[in-house]
Every structure is written in structure tokens, then in C-alpha cells.
């Protein structure tokens, strides 16, 4: 069965497949994760200094990391936007990005959809399975100290724990961040009638790049994840225009997302199908896996809500800053209260939002 096939490849892979080359190639010696490195002791110290200090320092903190305090002090003033969010994606390597990307960007995206578009800090929380390779979990580490850098946030506090073989599968990554809104934070309750809807890039390549790695099917290496973090666009938005509301569609993707708008704003939202940009990878894997691109989530991209007269400067704010697919899809409408009408060009049709959990761990 499938699911026989994912587990037992994943096991296979990661416990003798990574292990033997490294061994073969004497590089860290296939080292693995154990049980003294969360134990609060000298091998957690050892790990700490060797594997989380060279990486992420103490930015603008009062206190930070590298202090190694019970907790980082950062002095703050004005609205704070305080966002979390835990990571157990499977496989935590995926094509175009890892768990470690995901949890740097996924954070830095609420906070930056939230309008705090300049994030003052991050945490990070580490679980991490006893056996799993040492390679994997500092190759997310760089992962993260990466994104981190891109974005100029830094990882002021943390803490790892390592629980036992089969307690959990390999790393689970929890990340809260702080972050300052300049202007008014931004809402769906403030979305208006006659707002436009603008998506920033290519809408289920995250989902389906990940269900595709674990389903083991390959589209021609074209299709990847979009994990990135957004921060920058949606500050290049709220230059351009006025932004009432904005948000990354991750699970349930941009039916989810904008099903949440029309409710939490009790307003109508049309979409025009043929205005969503979709890659054809996008949508061959979609066709492959049985699964919609617009119900899948997306770990790149941010929604806007945005002034009727302000739409399509925004978009072009959006392609000048690198969102070359950005565009107008919708916009929030006096009718169906509450419900995404999607045109098809064929018909009209109601937009659901995903039921059930049809897709775990993809994020
Ligand atoms: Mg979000």
C-alpha cells in the first residue's frame, strides 16, 4: 500500500540511505541525534555552542541568544504582532525547501500579513527524534540561519528537546516571532465592497510539491515548493497602495483563505478562474494527485484585500519587487454574504473552502 511504501521508504532512506554515504564519504560519520543532546547537560551545551550559537546571534536584542539566558529581552514600543506556529512537515526535505525554511518563512509571513512587515524576533523550539541523522537536523539549522538572513530577523531564544525513537517522526520545529506594525494592522473585518483581491505569485505549488516528494512521484523536476518569505512584498504592497487586509494562504490554500475573508468580513468575494495564476506543473501534479491547486497550501505567497482605485498599483508594486505572476483575481462584492463565488468562464460556481484534513503534515 502506499502508506506502507512512505514509511517504509522514509525509514529506509533516512536510517541506512543517508547514513552509508556519509559513513562512505567520512563526512561527520553519519552521526545521529541522541537522547543526552535535550538532556539539559554538557551535550546539550556542546550542541548549543557548535550548532546553534555559530548560526543565529543576538541581532538587536537587550539580552540575546548568545547570552544564554533563560529568555531574550528586546526593547519594544507601539503595536506588537505576536504570531506561532509549529512545523511536522513530512518529508522535512521537499523539493525547493525544508522544514527549517518553512518554519523561518511561515513565521515571518503571519507576522508580515499582519502588517509587521519588519520582524524584530523570532524563537525557535526543536524536537528532534533520537536516531535521526545529525545531517539532517543541521542542514534545516542552516535552513534557517539563511532564511533568517534574508529577511534580517534574528533568533533570539530557543530550545531543544529530543524525544525517543518513534515518539516523534524525526523534527518538529516551532517558531514565534514578534514584530512591530507601523500603520493600521491589517484585518479581513476591514475588507470593504468593491475591494480588489490580488494574490502575490503562482497559487498550490507548496502542497504539491510535497505531497508529490512523499508520494514518490516526479513532474519533471519542474514543480517546487514556493516557501519563501514574503515579508518584502507585502511592504512593497502597503507602499503602493491602501492594504485593508492581507493573508498567506497556507493549509486549505486560497479557497481557505478567501472563504476566511468573506466570513470574518460578512461581505461576498468573485474570483475570475482564468485571473489565478497557476504553473502547468501546478497543475499537472494537481490533475496526477486528484487535489485541487487552489485547496492546497501555499508557504510564498500573500492575499491582499485591497482599495478598488489601488488594485493594479499594487500589482505593479508586486512585479517590481520579483512577484512576476502577481495579480487582480476578485474582488469583495454586496452578495453572497459570507461565500467565494469562482468564475469559471463556463459558469459560476461556489468556491468551498477544503473539508477534513485530506492533506497532513504539509506544513
Ligand atoms: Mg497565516
Same mark, same amino acid.
Request: hydrophobic share 40%.
Given at each position: 500500500g502506499t502508506s506502507e511504501d512512505a514509511t517504509g521508504d522514509?525509514?529506509?532512506?533516512?536510517?541506512?540511505?543517508?547514513?552509508?554515504?556519509? *559513513?562512505?564519504?567520512?563526512?561527520?560519520?553519519?552521526?545521529?541525534?541522541?537522547?543526552?543532546?535535550?538532556?539539559?547537560?554538557g551535550r546539550m551545551r556542546?550542541?548549543?555552542?557548535?550548532?546553534?550559537?555559530?548560526?543565529?546571534?543576538?541581532?538587536?536584542?537587550?539580552?540575546?541568544?548568545?547570552?544564554?539566558?533563560?529568555? &531574550?529581552?528586546? &526593547?519594544?514600543?507601539?503595536?506588537?504582532?505576536?504570531?506561532? *506556529?509549529t512545523h511536522v512537515v513530512d518529508p522535512p526535505e521537499f523539493p525547493g525547501g525544508d522544514i527549517g525554511e518553512l518554519a523561518v518563512s511561515g513565521t515571518v509571513n503571519d507576522l508580515a500579513v499582519m502588517g509587521a512587515t519588519d520582524p524584530t524576533a523570532l524563537t525557535c523550539g526543536l524536537i528532534v527524534e533520537?536516531?535521526?541523522?545529525?545531517?539532517?537536523?543541521?542542514?534545516?539549522?542552516?535552513?534557517?540561519?539563511?532564511?533568517?538572513?534574508?529577511?534580517?530577523?534574528?533568533?533570539?531564544?530557543?530550545?531543544?528537546?529530543?524525544?525517543?525513537?518513534g515518539e516523534i517522526d524525526r523534527i518538529a520545529i516551532n517558531?514565534?516571532?514578534?514584530?512591530?506594525?507601523?500603520?493600521?494592522?491589517?484585518? &479581513? &473585518?476591514?475588507?470593504?465592497?468593491? *475591494?480588489?483581491?490580488v494574490v502575490s505569485g503562482p497559487i498550490g505549488e507548496h502542497g504539491l510539491a510535497v505531497l508529490s516528494a512523499r508520494e514518490g512521484f516526479e513532474f519533471g523536476g519542474d514543480l517546487s515548493s514556493d516557501v519563501a518569505p514574503v515579508n518584502d512584498l507585502v511592504a512593497a504592497a502597503l507602499d503602493a497602495g491602501t492594504v485593508h487586509a492581507a493573508t498567506d494562504p497556507t493549509r486549505g490554500g486560497l479557497s481557505m483563505a478567501l472563504n476566511e475573508f468573506a466570513m470574518a468580513a460578512d461581505v461576498g468575494i468573485s474570483v475570475e478562474e482564468s485571473a489565478i495564476p497557476v504553473s502547468e506543473a501546478a497543475s499537472a501534479a494537481g490533475e496526477v494527485l486528484g487535489i485541487e491547486?487552489?485547496?492546497?497550501?501555499?508557504?510564498?505567497?500573500?492575499?491582499?484585500?485591497?482599495?478598488?482605485?489601488?488594485? *493594479?498599483?499594487?500589482?505593479?508594486?508586486?512585479?517590481?519587487?520579483g512577484a512576476t505572476d502577481a495579480a487582480v483575481v476578485g474582488e469583495v462584492v454586496d452578495e453572497h454574504t459570507g461565500r467565494v463565488v469562482l468564475d469559471t468562464g463556463l459558469g459560476r460556481r461556489y468556491l468551498a473552502e477544503p473539508t477534513g484534513e485530506q492533506l497532513p503534515r504539509i506544513c
Open positions: 522514509g525509514t529506509s532512506e533516512d536510517a541506512t540511505g543517508d547514513g552509508t554515504s556519509e *559513513d562512505a564519504t567520512g563526512d561527520a560519520s553519519g552521526a545521529v541525534i541522541d537522547a543526552g543532546v535535550g538532556a539539559g547537560g556542546e550542541f548549543v555552542e557548535s550548532e546553534i550559537l555559530d548560526r543565529f546571534g543576538g541581532g538587536s536584542a537587550t539580552v540575546g541568544l548568545d547570552a544564554l539566558e533563560d529568555g &531574550a529581552v528586546h &526593547a519594544l514600543d507601539g503595536d506588537i504582532v505576536l504570531t506561532t *506556529d533520537a536516531g535521526t541523522p545529525e545531517s539532517l537536523v543541521t542542514d534545516v539549522l542552516d535552513s534557517m540561519a539563511a532564511a533568517s538572513d534574508r529577511v534580517g530577523v534574528e533568533i533570539t531564544t530557543g530550545d531543544t528537546k529530543v524525544m525517543g525513537a517558531t514565534t516571532g514578534i514584530g512591530r506594525v507601523t500603520g493600521e494592522p491589517l484585518q &479581513a &473585518a476591514r475588507l470593504e465592497v468593491g *475591494d480588489r483581491i491547486p487552489l485547496d492546497v497550501a501555499n508557504e510564498g505567497v500573500a492575499v491582499f484585500g485591497v482599495a478598488a482605485g489601488d488594485g *493594479d498599483a499594487v500589482v505593479e508594486a508586486l512585479h517590481d519587487a
